[in-house]
């Protein structure tokens, strides 16, 4: 039987215009939850922190941002404000989900936390907005056996392009849309508007599955309930707090968790994944071959299988068979930094001195953290090194026939 290794969902979009009227979100079922499963949360939870101004955001708005606001209008002076050189100088930083007065303070964030931080400016000057999840093909990452599906969100405010250097502007005359991805890779996406508490829900559930990555299996199970009650129809939620059961051994709980969430999607790849693995926990074989006969019908090649086999061959010492393998990784998944680093290693299995060290420094490219990307630096820096090495050696025995 072919079963899926488990996976959380880290998706993230976002929120309607202010001051649309919207339907009442029917709450969850309460046999959904298991609190008694779970010890208390050690860190405080309140949505209402997310897109919550601080003290020294309120400073800079009534400074230098209204400086700018004098100078370019509201809403270009808001946009060059934050991201101008010379401001706060943002950088993107996918490493932890912040809330908006975070980013502010530590001047980094991923899209969810900039988008955030944006909205919290906006609003505070009275400026409607409106967030926006952006369809892009899906983005598979993997970290302690768990797979992450990350989404990604952008915000419009309005009115025409700005100069800012460090951000893709477009839109309409009247609705001017800011994303913090290269204009080639959203430019001609789609893109729905989802109300508030959809992006509030899917801050938490980032902050539950960042807890997950740290083995913070309770505080991940309060952060995920708290998305669900922020917003019972944002399914990832439900996958996640799915995860959390099976962690726990809960897996009665988790099936029955994982089933509400097919009886709303029943392709959704996430809910049928997880429930193989929890049927296959319960002894339930037959069952969960139907359901993995199903979704390899849906998803025939599944993330990181050309890698898992790449890896293999690296170990068996077969550097052409994994440099084959990885190069399939890439040409599907391209963004992520493991494949061009294991690439990168291929390449210098083989001798291939100058293709590890391109593969490498795409590595680093690609790279979403500042961890990650201090990481393949040093690498790159040594393979460098090594190059020069190898260069000088070649240049000796010519100086030493030049001199006799």
Not at 366 to 388: F, I, P, Q, V
């Amino acid at each position: 039987m072919n079963t899926r290794a488990l996976i959380a969902v880290l998706a993230v979009a976002g929120a309607a215009l202010s001051g649309c009227a919207v339907d009442p979100i029917a709450p969850p079922p309460a046999s959904v939850f298991l609190d008694a499963a779970f010890k208390p949360p050690t860190v405080h939870i309140d949505a209402a922190e997310a897109m919550r101004l601080s003290p020294a955001m309120q400073r800079f708005a009534e400074t230098e941002m209204a400086a700018e606001i004098r100078k370019k209008g509201l809403r270009d002076g808001l946009i060059d404000a934050l991201y101008t050189k010379g401001r706060l100088q943002l950088d993107y930083d996918s490493e932890i989900t912040r809330t908006a007065a975070e980013a502010f303070d530590a001047r980094r964030g991923n899209c969810m936390s900039l988008v955030m931080m944006t909205a919290a400016f906006a609003r505070h000057l009275k400026m409607p907005v409106r967030f926006n999840s952006v369809y892009l093909e899906e983005s598979w990452t993997r970290s302690n056996g768990i797979f992450f599906v990350a989404g990604h969100v952008n915000i419009s405010l309005g009115r025409p392009p700005s100069t800012a250097p460090r951000v893709t502007i477009y839109g309409e005359p009247d609705l001017m849309t800011i994303d913090f991805l290269p204009p080639e890779q959203v430019r001609r996406n789609r893109s729905r508007a989802v109300e508030e508490s959809t992006i509030l829900a899917m801050f938490m559930n980032n902050r539950a599955a960042e807890a997950l990555m740290l083995g913070q299996v309770d505080d991940a199970y309060w952060w995920s309930r708290a998305a669900i009650l922020t917003d019972s129809r944002w399914l990832a939620s439900y996958n996640t707090l799915a995860v959390l059961y099976r962690r726990k051994g809960l897996y009665g709980q988790a099936e029955a968790t994982l089933r509400l969430v097919l009886d709303r999607e029943p392709l959704n790849l996430q809910a049928m994944s997880n429930l193989i693995l929890v049927l296959s926990d319960l002894g339930r074989n037959a069952e969960a071959e139907v359901y993995s006969n199903q979704l390899a019908q849906v998803q025939p090649v599944p993330p990181y299988k050309f890698f898992d086999e790449g890896v293999a061959a690296m170990k068996a010492g077969e550097f052409a068979e994994a440099r084959q393998l990885f190069r399939k990784e890439v040409a599907r998944a391209a963004y992520v930094p493991e494949f061009h680093f294991w690439l990168g290693l291929a390449n210098f299995g083989l001798g291939d001195v100058a293709g590890a060290r391109g593969e490498i420094a795409k590595a680093m490219e690609n790279s979403a953290t500042t961890h990650d990307r201090r990481m393949y630096g040093a690498k790159l820096a040594w393979l460098n090194e090594l190059r020069e090495e190898q260069q000088q050696r070649r240049r000796e025995p010519l100086m030493q026939r030049a001199g006799s």
